[in-house]
């Protein structure tokens, strides 16, 4: 299973732009890079993923080296709300066999 | 997207004793899965709840400790048997959509064994 490696913390000013690094060296060609955010108390929630190709939604941008080796998670105008744990995972398995293995994150905290 | 609904939301049971936790989806899904997260650290998946068959268990967790029933595409419980203070933890239902791109999760139950 391919892991990954994030700093355990940040910061962020509110406002500005938050830019959450993952490296996945050991990625594999057919692996999709997922990330989800963690709010205390509450379950995880989807933000963004990617293969190749960076990735934007009304969430967040995701773009992704051109050896996949690693990503950034970028989320346009930090509000305080974004504070939250930030988790990068790399989904193993084939169809039938998807799970998500949860490495330990980033905990994102917005300045006010 | 899929509606998750976990029961109990949180709980306090004694030492020894057993609890059901109920997920609830409001649609039909293929994936079902079980996470604990202990105090502070990130989520482990505990089992894949398989419909129709026996759930498939990661490592260091077993059938007798953590049985899982799917009896439908829309319901899965999961058992804490046996408790001890150290199953004190988030337990957390997941389900891939539709297309099996994004995974769901519940809220959560939240346990305390004392």
């Known amino acids: 299973d391919a892991k990954t490696t994030q700093p355990p913390s940040m910061d962020c000013a509110e406002g500005r732009a938050a830019n959450l690094p993952c490296n996945h060296s050991?990625?594999?060609?057919?692996?999709?890079v997922y990330w989800y955010r963690q709010i205390h108390s509450q379950g995880p929630q989807y933000i963004i993923h990617?293969?190749?190709n960076n990735e934007t939604n009304e969430m967040a941008s995701l773009i992704i080296t051109e050896d996949r080796k690693s990503s950034t998670l970028i989320l346009p105008h930090a509000t305080l709300r974004d504070t939250a744990v930030y988790y990068c995972?790399?989904?193993?398995?084939?169809?039938?066999?998807?799970?998500?293995?949860f490495g330990t994150g980033t905990r994102l905290t917005i300045i006010p | 997207s899929a509606v998750i609904s976990q029961k109990p939301s949180r709980d306090i049971c004694q030492r020894g004793t057993s609890l059901t936790i109920q997920c609830q989806v409001d649609?039909?899904?293929?994936?079902m899965f079980w996470y604990r997260q202990q105090p502070g650290q990130s989520l482990t998946l505990i089992a894949t709840?398989?419909?129709?068959?026996?759930?498939?268990?990661e490592s260091g967790f077993v059938i007798d400790k953590f049985p899982i029933s799917r009896p439908n595409l829309t319901f899965s419980t999961l058992t804490v048997s046996n408790m001890s203070p150290e199953d004190s933890s988030i337990y957390l239902c997941?389900?891939?959509?539709?297309?099996?791109?994004?995974?769901?999760f519940g809220q959560g139950t939240r346990l305390t064994v004392v």
């Open positions: 997941s389900v891939l959509g539709q297309q099996n791109t994004e995974a769901f």
């Open positions: 050991t990625i594999s060609g057919n692996e999709y």
């Open positions: 990617g293969l190749k």
């Open positions: 995972i790399v989904r193993v398995g084939n169809f039938g066999n998807e799970k998500l293995t």
């Open positions: 649609s039909q899904v293929t994936m």
């Open positions: 709840a398989n419909q129709g068959s026996e759930a498939t268990y």
